[in-house]
T-cell receptor, first 118, second 111 residues
Framework: DAGVIQSPRHEVTEMGQEVTLRCKPISGHNSLFWYRQTMMRGLELLIYFNNNVPIDDSGMPEDRFSAKMPNASFSTLKIQPSEPRDSAVYFC????????????????FGAGTRLSVL | GENVEQHPSTLSVQEGDSAVIKCTYSDSASNYFPWYKQELGKGPQLIIDIRSNVGEKKDQRIAVTLNKTAKHFSLHITETQPEDSAVYFCAATDSNYQLIWGAGTKLIIKP
């Protein structure tokens, strides 16, 4: 298997622009997670889906952030409008297991998207 | 809510020596404790995990110990090698099945 695929690997944009990050989970996995990693705040869970349904979005920082999972093989994380403080590495991860304890299953991470907002 | 503290933030050991990273948690209902390794430019990767009904688990040079009474768990790496250099994260699930991550430990293996 190719693993979790994220695109783009790097994104540089200007403040106020819309940014869309993409993720293809491992085939057969039914949970998908979006994380943000910064030096200051470490690894933060933004949102996760189980069977394409958002289960917990309490980590989404504000309304500028939105995530969708239209089908089992694709998810997007969108930031509109972007701000310099959104600069971070964004990871997507997927796993297989139940809805209630989705976070107790092994998560397979993608290589991440490094976002720089100028 | 659950709080996971990880120490040290940086650990430097001589190649061939052992490395120990410790984490403490606050929620006595926590029952799943994974350890992830993150190499430079890559996403975290699970290296070992343990559940609350087990006190110790080993996988070759890696072991994890869990002390439920004291609410702490540790990662032990023996016979360290250059490829062990990475950032290691511990995590713990709380009573709401949320996974709370530690801040990470940068492990440096000196040749």
């Amino acid at each position: 298997d190719a693993g979790v695929i994220q695109s783009p690997r790097h994104e540089v944009t200007e403040m106020g622009q819309e940014v869309t990050l993409r993720c293809k989970p491992i085939s057969g996995h039914n949970s998908l997670f979006w994380y943000r990693q910064t030096m200051m705040r470490g690894l933060e869970l933004l949102i996760y889906f189980n069977n394409n349904v958002p289960i917990d979005d309490s980590g989404m920082p504000e309304d500028r952030f939105s995530a969708k999972m239209p089908n089992a093989s694709f998810s997007t994380l969108k930031i509109q409008p972007s701000e310099p403080r959104d600069s971070a590495v964004y990871f997507c991860a997927s796993s297989y297991g139940g809805r209630l304890n989705a976070l107790e299953n092994i998560q397979y991470f993608g290589a991440g998207t490094r976002l720089s907002v100028l | 809510g659950e709080n996971v503290e990880q120490h040290p933030s940086t650990l430097s050991v001589q190649e061939g020596d052992s490395a120990v990273i410790k984490c403490t948690y606050s929620d006595s209902a926590s029952n799943y404790f994974p350890w992830y390794k993150q190499e430079l430019g890559k996403g975290p990767q699970l290296i070992i995990d343990i559940r609350s009904n087990v006190g110790e688990k080993k996988d070759q040079r890696i072991a994890v110990t869990l002390n439920k009474t004291a609410k702490h768990f540790s990662l032990h790496i023996t016979e360290t090698q250059p490829e062990d250099s990475a950032v290691y994260f511990c995590a713990a699930t709380d009573s709401n099945y949320q996974l709370i991550w530690g801040a990470g430990t940068k492990l440096i293996i000196k040749p």
